[in-house]
């Protein structure tokens, strides 16, 4: 039956979202792995109180067929919500409404990508992003990433010698997996490299408004006076995942493209949902909300980093990032941390993270993990990572004898 599947269809091949994660950690179990918001910090009671308004407001017509871009009264809060919190410039008709920031990843490849064309990615960059380019065979090339953003000089040496890249993508605040925030210098040099080599930039940026430290900057696509950046973002991080609503900021002639593939892949996203948060939006104030989540991500950033401080071996490096979900270890090379997770923190700790080497494109680096601080408490925090520092040791002590993990 393999003969007849497409090309895209790779049967037996790695998946790599499904290499994100493997065994059980049993009722105990403490997962550093998932990419999770606190779901103790969703507004459920104010998001019933939106369905039930939309339905009252809209009756019978909320159910049935809608626009593919979304309702027009949604997609100008959200304008004026870029303008607000990323100093974009935009209006109703340079947005379009998607399943969750995924399915904008998902359109924007299907847009731009033909086999064998070149994308620029972070090393290490977002997992579901590769899976999302992967099924349109890209030529990838890496560039790697600093402490305050992409390595810009190294990407432009990329750009002097393949002059046909296409598309660069980015996650520039409190970046998935590392939680490093790109600055305000390389932003601007980012679109400036965008107009003079003439690719597009997928801004990806679900984290940007979950800053805990430091000061908010600007979009790279504020920056943007010719069209080459797409700004994506979703409701998933700072309301709830499960409404599975995201967006795309652009020029109206990406947007009316990007319109007609999502015409024909889903008509368009849920109404109701889309009722119920533009409700939602007109009911309640955003910012308080996601100012009332702050104190409890901050303090579990500050806890995990205060346990990674006294915890780990001094050849362990980490991020310290002013925000989002993650923090990013770096191992000794001579230590596996796939291998660690399978053989020892599944089964003897109880523990998971998410092992470095499904970030990369080339999956060509294997002693990096994303460590998840939102979706813990700060008990489990303090246990979990000093039973991950122990194992490091040993693992390091291991390969110090000759053994190999």
């Not at 790779?10 to 990419?35: N, T």
């Not at 959200?78 to 399915?103: C, F, M, R, S, V």
């Not at 191992?331 to 990369?360: H, M, W």
Request: hydrophobic share 40%; charged share 25%.
């Amino acid at each position: 039956m393999s003969d007849v599947f497409a090309d895209r269809v790779v049967i037996g091949s790695e998946d790599r979202l499904a290499e994100m994660f493997g065994g059980s950690l049993g009722k105990d179990g403490i997962k550093f792995s998932a990419g999770n918001p606190n779901a103790d910090l969703f507004p459920t009671a104010q998001i019933k109180v939106a369905l039930n308004d939309a339905i009252d407001k809209y009756g019978s017509q909320i159910f049935e067929y809608q626009t593919v871009s979304g309702f027009t009264q949604l997609r100008s809060r959200l304008a004026q919500w870029a303008a607000k919190t990323a100093k974009i410039k935009a209006a109703a008709n340079n947005i379009l409404i998607t399943q969750g920031g995924q399915q904008a990843l998902d359109l924007i490849g299907k847009l731009l990508l033909d086999a064998g064309d070149k994308i620029v990615v972070e090393a290490p960059t977002y997992v579901g992003a590769l899976s999302a380019f992967d099924q349109y065979d890209p030529c990838y090339y890496d560039v790697a990433m600093d402490d305050d953003g992409l390595n810009l000089e190294e990407l432009e040496t990329v750009l002097q010698n393949h002059s046909d890249i296409k598309l660069l993508y980015t996650v520039p605040d409190f970046h998935n997996p590392t939680g490093v925030t790109m600055s305000l210098t390389k932003r601007k040099k980012l679109v400036e490299l965008a107009e003079k080599y003439d690719f597009f930039i997928l801004e990806d940026t679900p984290y940007r408004d979950l800053r805990y430290k430091g000061e908010k900057l600007p979009a790279i696509k504020s920056f943007d006076k010719h069209g080459h950046v797409l700004f994506v973002s979703s409701f998933s991080k700072i309301l709830m995942p499960g409404l599975r609503i995201g967006w795309v900021a652009a020029d109206e002639e990406v947007i009316a493209h990007l319109r007609t593939l999502k015409t024909s892949s889903d008509l368009e996203t849920s109404g109701i949902m889309l009722a119920a948060l533009n409700q939602y939006l007109e009911n309640s104030d955003l910012d308080r909300h996601i100012s009332s989540m702050l104190p409890t991500y901050r303090k579990r950033l500050d806890v995990m980093l205060d346990v990674l401080d006294n915890t780990m071996p001094t050849d362990v490096h980490y991020t310290r990032p002013e925000g989002g979900f993650f923090i990013w270890l770096t191992l000794p090379k001579v230590v596996n941390a796939q291998t660690l997770l399978r053989e020892i923190c599944i089964p003897k700790d109880k523990i998971s993270f998410v092992p470095g080497k499904v970030f990369y494109a080339h999956r060509d680096h294997e002693n990096g993990m994303r460590l998840n601080f939102s979706g813990v408490n700060e008990a489990q925090i303090k246990v979990g990572i000093t039973r991950l520092a122990m194992s490091i040791r040993e693992a390091i002590a291991a390969t110090e004898v000759g053994a190999v993990l």
